[in-house]
């Protein structure tokens, strides 16, 4: 008998509180980077109502108009409507950042100090990081995060072409698939909710996600007579973004990640520059996984990386093909040694991590984009080579 499951997955919207802060987090990184590539940075952004507060610490030899960049992430991301309550002119916006701490400093730099063990370039912080592919999408991702991004992406899409005027910037979206004997069978259900003008019924809302959105961007062969559409349940969704929630950033970490279906180490990406490990080590996990899945050596794996803050090397590297693979995983995991190297400055060099490029990471996952460079496929010869 075929065994058969069903998983689950999400997305949200630009406009989602959540989002909303990850973009402003992300886009004062990318506005230090373009100035100081040494810069700091661990900026958070709480929004609620008409205000947004950001904090954090950052070290920087940037001159920055924090103002001027929040207000124009929020202006990007669509909230400029009269009746928007959160409007790019009209936040209140909060500053209490302050300078990065000597103690964490003195760990991360690469330089001698009092206690430190090396003088190379240490983690910053403690923790453990995950990255994952498999072959279900051609991007080497799970089926059903991909397709609640595809969801999302279409929405905002078409919302920022101005074709449909009803939409609104928050938005989420859910994808339930069937498997059997492990590979995606058919999509049980979609779920999309968008946040919309007070004007437009909820019939021309559903007939429009179904067959302009949903129709369009999943596979055809998938959607079947079964599919169930739950098209904004609750009937009503005029009051949205921070003015209906409060965001903060870092609270999509699985929507920013594999959807649920790899493990997740808990560590938050967005307003955080590449010395912090949770965000470059499980960027490299990504690259290490893809790779391995794009040489055959695997159908499906997951990398695991641990680290002491202030220490160069990690404490763990673990390999987890899930029986997929068609070698042992201990090979897989000898070939991963001598091909890349885990300290987090060679992580940083490996992977050109000191760009403004963190603002094309933010919305609809980090990983399964092309351009970005944990996502290059370039270390399949050398797995194949060095795995047999």
Excluded at 12 to 33: F, Q
Excluded at 59 to 75: M, Q, S
Aim: aromatic share 8%; net charge positive; with cysteine.
């Amino acid at each position: 008998m075929p065994k058969s499951y069903i998983f689950s997955s999400e997305s949200v919207g630009e406009g989602h509180p959540d989002k909303v802060c990850d973009t402003i987090s992300d886009a004062v990184l990318d506005a230090c980077l373009a100035q100081d590539r040494h810069s700091r940075v661990a900026c958070e952004t709480y929004a609620k109502s008409n205000m947004v507060i950001v904090g954090g610490e950052i070290t920087t030899k940037a001159k920055l108009n924090f103002e001027n960049i929040i207000r124009a992430a929020v202006r990007e991301i669509g909230y400029v409507h009269d009746d928007d309550v959160f409007h790019a002119d009209k936040i209140f916006i909060t500053n209490i950042i302050t300078a990065q701490s000597p103690d964490i400093a003195q760990g991360v730099d690469a330089r001698r100090a009092k206690g430190k063990k090396t003088a190379e370039q240490g983690a910053g912080d403690q923790g453990l990081m995950f990255g994952f592919a498999c072959d279900e999408t051609p991007e080497l991702m799970p089926a059903p995060v991909m397709y609640a991004h595809r969801l999302g992406r279409e929405l905002t899409r078409i919302r920022k072409s101005g074709k449909v005027k009803w939409l609104r910037p928050d938005a989420k979206s859910q994808v339930s698939v069937e498997y059997v004997d492990g590979k995606p069978a058919r999509i049980a259900a979609v779920v999309v909710s968008t946040q919309h003008a007070a004007d437009v019924d909820h019939g021309t809302i559903e007939k429009f996600v179904i067959e302009k959105v949903i129709r369009k961007v999943l596979p055809a062969n998938l959607l079947t007579k079964a599919t169930q559409y739950l098209i904004n349940p609750t009937g009503s969704f005029v009051v949205g973004g921070p003015q209906g929630d409060t965001g903060l950033t870092g609270r999509k970490i699985i929507v920013d990640t594999y959807g649920g279906t790899g493990r997740h180490g808990g560590g938050a990406f967005s307003g955080k520059d590449p010395s912090k490990v949770d965000r470059s080590a499980a960027y490299m996990g990504r690259y290490v996984a893809k790779n391995i899945v794009a040489a055959g050596l695997a159908s499906r794996c997951e990398v695991q990386f641990a680290y002491a803050i202030g220490h160069p090397d990690p404490v763990s590297v673990h390999i987890d093909t899930f029986g997929t693979g068609t070698v042992s995983d201990e090979k897989i995991l000898a070939a991963v040694g001598k091909i890349f190297s885990f300290k987090p400055a060679d992580i940083i060099k490996q992977l050109d991590l000191l760009r403004p490029i963190y603002s094309l990471t933010t919305n609809y996952g980090h990983f399964g984009k092309d351009g970005l460079p944990w996502e290059q496929t370039d270390k399949v010869a050398a797995l194949k080579k060095l795995a047999k």
